[in-house]
């Protein structure tokens, strides 16, 4: 079966950074546009980035220049590398894999990421 799983979460400070990993299993990974989204206590899930199936990407208006996403097609695995965090990227992150054609949507169990001094 699919798997998404996200690994990288944890405390930072502000300003600092952090890496998140999505590892892929059980799907043709070269084909699915990859996402990653957040949660915050109380606010719906947004989406933070998302890097399509040949290479092209879009940022959340809030995190542009901040947030890179990538992927990894040889290792299944799409990144999120996180730098200067503030206080409001406080959430859970998920992973997200999508295609079309037939259309297909997994969710990753989401990591932690707190942004706090």
């Known amino acids: 079966q699919v798997q998404l799983v996200e690994s990288g979460g944890g405390l930072v400070q502000p300003g600092g950074s952090l890496r998140l990993s999505c590892a892929a299993s059980?799907?043709?990974?070269?084909?699915?546009?990859m996402s990653w989204y957040r949660q915050a206590p109380g606010k719906e899930r947004e989406l933070v980035a998302v890097?399509?199936?040949?290479?092209?990407?879009n940022y959340e208006d809030s995190v542009k220049g901040r947030f890179t996403i990538s992927r990894d097609n040889a290792k299944n695995t799409v990144y999120l590398q996180m730098n200067s965090l503030k206080p409001e990227d406080t959430a859970v992150y998920y992973c997200?894999?999508?295609?079309?054609?037939?259309?297909?949507?997994?969710w990753g169990q989401g990591t932690q990421v707190t942004v706090s001094s």
């Open positions: 997200n894999a999508e295609r079309r054609m037939p259309q297909l949507l997994y």
């Open positions: 059980g799907l043709t990974f070269r084909v699915y546009a």
């Open positions: 890097i399509y199936s040949l290479g092209g990407t």
